[in-house]
């Protein structure tokens, strides 16, 4: 089983930073994939970044050149640092692990956090 517990989230004016932290517990976290994923209110959960386990990342586009998602294995914690903040970025954000990609990328992780606000204000 594996535990992840999300933290860093609050409320900005547009165009701060936040970084956001995922702890993970349980498990081998070089073995697992892991990314963000956030839901606005009325509005379907939607991928934000992507690492896999080598390392490499994806973004989503509006997020490309303003978040960067990491990872420190030996520190069992996934990061997104998140700059030049828009209010359209408001949403719950979920940190998801999964050994399996693809289910992953997809949205159907087996492992989630329970979620942590972020706010932009204009």
């Known amino acids: 089983q594996v535990q992840l517990v999300e933290s860093g989230g609050g409320s900005v004016q547009a165009g701060g930073s936040l970084r956001l932290s995922c702890a993970a517990s349980g498990y081998t976290s070089s073995t697992y994939c892991m990314g963000w994923f956030r839901q606005a209110p009325g509005k379907e959960r939607e991928r934000v970044a992507i690492?896999?386990?080598?390392?490499?990342?994806t973004y989503k586009e509006s997020a490309k050149g303003r978040f960067t998602i990491t990872r420190d294995n030996a520190k069992n914690t996934l990061y997104l640092q998140m700059n030049n903040l828009k209010p359209e970025d408001t949403a719950m954000y979920y940190c998801?692990?999964?050994?399996?990609?693809?289910?992953?990328?997809?949205?159907?992780?087996?492992?989630w956090g329970q979620g942590t606000q972020v706010t932009v204000s204009s």
């Open positions: 690492i896999d386990r080598s390392g490499t990342t």
């Open positions: 998801a692990a999964d050994t399996n990609f693809y289910r992953l990328w997809v949205g159907s992780a087996l492992n």
